[in-house]
């Protein structure tokens, strides 16, 4: 962790896995693949933020005006803006479960909200998972974008998840931030070797104006894997199995698409489109009630 990093450990491992945090933990799973009208949130109990805690906070603050504003010269240093592309229609409306035969090969097309940049939710993260100092950094996470590709493929009653999510998550230190971070005064500017050490294969920093400018990429495989079964609106995937709701739409004039909750209780929606159709009279398999 940050706080109170022994000046003889390496500064290049401060950036992992979208945190800056030391070790081999997985990448944060953070945002809401989503688009709701504004909800009322229920307040949290003490304590860190839960990823749920910033998908409710996130959906609350669609019609706030608290969204980070970048510097003018931060996508220079950590690389070109990031661009979404072509909107699927599915991304336009609130998600709705419905239920539906699943059972072929679906191809991701689009991923609803991929782009999180409400200030309070990036605070949250930051203090959460990068222990940054809460005053002196209220501003150092200033975005995280996320962006799913591949294949779910529903076969023989499996599931097997040919999918990836690319994250990325950017990061301005500036010297009073890491200086309240770490407990040691670096003076006006980040020292440059400082900011040069954070850098790896996965993290790009540079110098701008006394401010360490970073951006970190993690790429983490899909998880939606093992036997299934399908109860009315939502299906049961592994052992012990993990509950996903979803929606068929077999309206679209070109071909079906697969509307997917990521995970139960979280706000995620992706939008696939079948590519390859189940043979003909098969079914999934159905769960049993208990």
């Not at 005064?185 to 006394?210: K, N, R, Y």
Request: charged fraction near 25%.
């Amino acid at each position: 962790m940050l706080r109170r990093l022994d000046k003889t450990q390496s500064l290049a491992c401060l950036l992992v896995g979208g945190a800056m945090a030391c070790g081999t933990a997985p990448p944060v799973n953070v945002g809401a693949d989503y688009i709701a009208p504004a909800v009322s949130a229920t307040s949290a109990d003490a304590g860190p933020p839960t990823e749920a805690d910033s998908e409710r906070e996130e959906v609350e603050a669609v019609t706030d005006s608290g969204q980070m504003s970048l510097p003018d010269d931060f996508d220079m240093f950590v690389g070109p803006s990031w661009e979404r592309g072509t909107v699927s229609p599915h991304c336009r409306s609130s998600f709705e479960a419905c239920g539906g035969a699943l059972a072929g090969t679906w191809e991701v097309e689009d991923n609803c909200n991929p782009e999180l940049r409400t200030l309070s939710v990036l605070q949250s993260w930051g203090q959460w998972r990068m222990k940054l100092d809460q005053a002196a950094c209220w501003n150092a996470v200033q975005r995280l974008t996320w962006s799913w590709s591949g294949e779910l493929r529903f076969e023989s009653g499996f599931v097997l998840d040919d999918r990836q999510r690319a994250q990325n998550v950017y990061v301005q230190l500036s010297a009073s931030c890491l200086s309240a971070t770490l407990g040691t005064d670096l003076g006006d500017s980040v020292p440059p070797e400082i900011c040069e050490g954070m850098q790896d294969d996965a993290t790009t920093c540079a110098l701008a104006s006394g401010v360490c400018m970073c951006t970190n990429r993690t790429v983490v495989r899909g998880s939606a894997e093992g036997v299934y079964a399908v109860l009315g609106i939502s299906v049961s995937i592994g052992r012990p199995p993990t509950r996903y709701e979803y929606c068929v739409d077999e309206t679209a004039p070109d071909g079906d698409r697969l509307l997917w909750r990521e995970k139960e209780g979280e706000l995620r929606q992706v939008v696939l489109r079948r590519t390859v159709d189940a043979p003909p009279g098969t079914k999934d398999p159905v769960e049993v009630p208990r």
